[in-house]
Nanobody
Framework: QVHLVESGGGLVQAGGSLRLSCAASRTIFSTNAMGWYRQAPGKQRELVAAITSGGNTNYADSVKGRFANARDNAKNTVYLQMSSLKPEGTAVYYC??????????????????WGQGTQVTVSS
């Protein structure tokens, strides 16, 4: 059974920082790229950051330069360091494994059972 457990969210002022963590089952983590997704109220879930098993990273334009993805393969854990947070970054953040990559863009997700997510609230 595959598990995804996100943590690290909270309330932060605009311009602040947070570090999210996602612990995943070895079966999904070991051979797949991992991604961070977010879903704001009333909006669709979007993929904002991805990292391959080899450590190559990719970011949505909206977070590029402010978010940094990292993974610890020994701990089956992926991290998202978020800096210069903006109020529009308020969302529930999830991790999953992207389904594929077209050019430099990752898309979709492999695991239909999502974790509980972690709430990030950025106040203005």
């Amino acid at each position: 059974q595959v598990h995804l457990v996100e943590s690290g969210g909270g309330l932060v002022q605009a311009g602040g920082s947070l570090r999210l963590s996602c612990a995943a089952s070895r079966t999904i983590f070991s051979t797949n790229a991992m991604g961070w997704y977010r879903q704001a109220p009333g909006k669709q879930r979007e993929l904002v950051a991805a990292i391959t098993s080899g450590g190559n990273t990719n970011y949505a334009d909206s977070v590029k330069g402010r978010f940094a993805n990292a993974r610890d393969n020994a701990k089956n854990t992926v991290y998202l360091q978020m800096s210069s947070l903006k109020p529009e970054g308020t969302a529930v953040y999830y991790c999953n494994a992207p389904a594929g990559c077209a050019g430099s863009r990752w898309y979709g997700y492999l695991m239909h059972a999502w974790g509980q997510g972690t709430q990030v609230t950025v106040s203005s």
